[in-house]
């Protein structure tokens, strides 16, 4: 099946998916509440990643409780979701209350799904970046794969339409393998719900080569021979991590936002500080960190990603005037999924984006971006 054909697919799957959860009707907060800014605690929808340690750190776990930097700090309680596959995340996210509030994403990721929300009458804005993908993000392949262009005539196993599909895109994109080939082996996908499934899918031999998030590489990499044959260690300026907000919640609840920021970002300073502490809460929440078993090996992947603290914000989101690198990197992310044929149309950078709560903390300790900080946004021929 043709990439065109698989996304009219997905789309479809998509938008069916999406009606069924708005039609599901909303679970209510308990009465009596919680005593937080929201009368209940506020839901994210994350993955298994280092990344999301600076709001892991904040709220001390994945559980909603009062002894944390969100409740003491904040007043809000918050309870973070594994939503390991895309359509579990984006139903749920589609839901609202009785769903998830706040849910992850990319920017390169955001301007693949924004447009199928939004046909579906779901308007929704990134409210901050939490991290740079620094090697967190690659492709693991057979000892007999030594560079992109050996992956001619090769199965891959991916999550669709994910980080991973862009990196993959990107990677052949730039490299020296004709039209043809190219579209041979995105034809031959072997498309997986979730990086678990993907990663597995290449310890079991059934793939050659994978492309996953940690902590699946990590675990990929323990079938004997295999390599990183390309990450974002290299391709560091690919992936950025987002987290994103309806508009009608951020509309009807803009305090809770301005808490969850400005926690998150109490998080992350935190986070740099002690990562011993953020491997102990990834180790006690995230199963697939407990695969691990090894603290070290968890605390090596956190070098995998850099955690986004205002000065990065301010770089991706122009909080001082300056040019938004979101900007650049979701337009030219948009207009490469619509070229391959998996979007009808791009939604504007200023569709996508909901950077004033940041702006309000930036205008009260404005921060400047460091200098070698601000990597330029990808060129996508």
Request: glycine share 8%; proline share 6%.
């Amino acid at each position: 099946m043709s990439p065109g054909a698989l996304s009219r697919v997905a789309l479809l799957v998509f938008s069916i998916l999406l009606l069924a959860s708005l039609n599901t009707g909303c679970v209510k907060a308990p009465a009596g509440g919680d005593n937080s800014l929201l009368g209940r605690p506020l839901r994210v929808g994350v993955v298994s990643w280092p990344g999301y340690a600076g709001g892991i750190v904040a709220n001390n776990g994945f559980k909603p409780n009062q002894e944390c930097i969100y409740f003491k700090n904040y007043k809000q309680t918050v309870e973070f979701v594994l939503l390991e596959e895309p359509s579990q995340r984006s139903q749920a996210f589609a839901r609202g209350e009785g769903g998830v509030d706040i849910v992850w994403s990319t920017v390169d990721y955001w301007a693949n799904e924004l447009p199928g929300f939004v046909s579906n009458g779901v308007k929704a804005r990134a409210i901050m970046q939490v991290d740079w993908s620094q090697g967190g993000d690659a492709i693991v392949a057979d000892e007999n794969i030594k560079t992109i262009e050996d992956l001619r005539g090769k199965k891959i196993s991916l999550v669709l339409y994910t980080p991973s599909h862009w990196l993959l895109e990107y990677q052949l994109e730039n490299s020296r393998l004709s039209d043809e080939d190219q579209k041979w082996i995105m034809d031959h996908l072997v498309g997986k719900d979730a990086t678990l499934d993907a990663r597995q899918a290449f310890k079991d031999k059934q793939v050659d080569a994978t492309v996953v998030w940690e902590p699946d590489v990590t675990l990929a990499l323990e079938r004997p021979g295999s390599h990183k044959l390309v990450s974002t260690e290299t391709a560091n300026n690919l992936i950025a991590d987002l987290m994103v907000a309806r508009e009608d919640f951020i509309k009807d609840h803009p305090d809770v936002i301005r808490a969850f920021v400005a926690g998150w970002l109490a998080g992350t300073a935190e986070a740099n500080q002690n990562p011993d502490k953020v491997v102990q809460l990834l180790m006690e929440n995230e199963p697939l960190y407990g695969d691990m078993k090894d603290p070290q090996k968890v605390k090596a992947s956190l070098k995998t990603v850099k955690y986004a603290d205002l000065a990065e914000n301010n770089k991706m989101f122009g909080l001082d005037g300056g040019a938004p690198l979101f900007d650049q990197i979701f337009t030219r992310a948009g207009a490469a999924w619509v070229r391959l044929g998996y979007i009808p149309v791009a939604t504007s950078a200023a569709q996508a984006k909901d950077p004033s709560f940041l702006k309000e903390i930036y205008a009260r300790s404005p921060v400047s971006v460091s200098p070698g900080s601000a990597l330029p946004a990808p060129t996508v021929k």
